[in-house]
């Protein structure tokens, strides 16, 4: 199976740094450009999916519609959701960083759960669940497009190509409205 896997474009709180977690914030003209623009490489290099796999989040909704324009199903899982920030959604990433006091929310051995924050096992155990039934359902040649957010993404990318008590999730980012192939 080939993944395609796909962060929404921008919004006006990716454009002021703040945490959206599973807040319902749409597109800004940006991030709807971004998207089109995407959706333009996609046609041009001739690729057609077979199915759309979203998270039922605002931004995701509005960049997978976008991308699959009527030409595949859409089918949406809450296990695409973003990561959820707890009491910091809505803020911003320096009163993030400010109010976990230097925790590192993306280690996995100290799994920081603080203020509501969803913690990283939990976002990686629901990459990897979802992961596991794409698998099964759509084995063989099928391209499967997934659109989701940053924090999820990394999580699937990491379920993908592995990772150990001592990866650095920071290392890798997807950008807004960016596509990634992976074949699993």
Known sequence: MRLYL????ETDWNKENRM?????VGL?????????????????RGLEFDICLASPLKRAVESAEILVGGKCEILYDERLVERGFGEFEGKTLDEYREGIGGNDTTDR????AGFG??????????????????KEKYA???RVLVVAHGALLRALHFEI???????????MHFGNAEMREYEI
């Open 6 to 9: 796909v962060r929404h474009g």
């Open 20 to 24: 959206q977690g599973r807040k319902g």
């Open 28 to 44: 800004n003209e940006v991030g709807v450009e971004q998207v089109k623009a995407l959706a333009t490489k996609i046609r041009e």
């Open 109 to 112: 051995q100290l799994n920081y």
């Open 117 to 134: 924050i969803e913690p990283i096992n939990e976002v990686l155990e629901r990459a990897k669940s979802f992961l596991e039934e794409a």
């Open 140 to 142: 063989g040649e099928t």
């Open 161 to 171: 190509v592995g990772y150990t008590d001592e990866t650095d999730f920071h290392e």
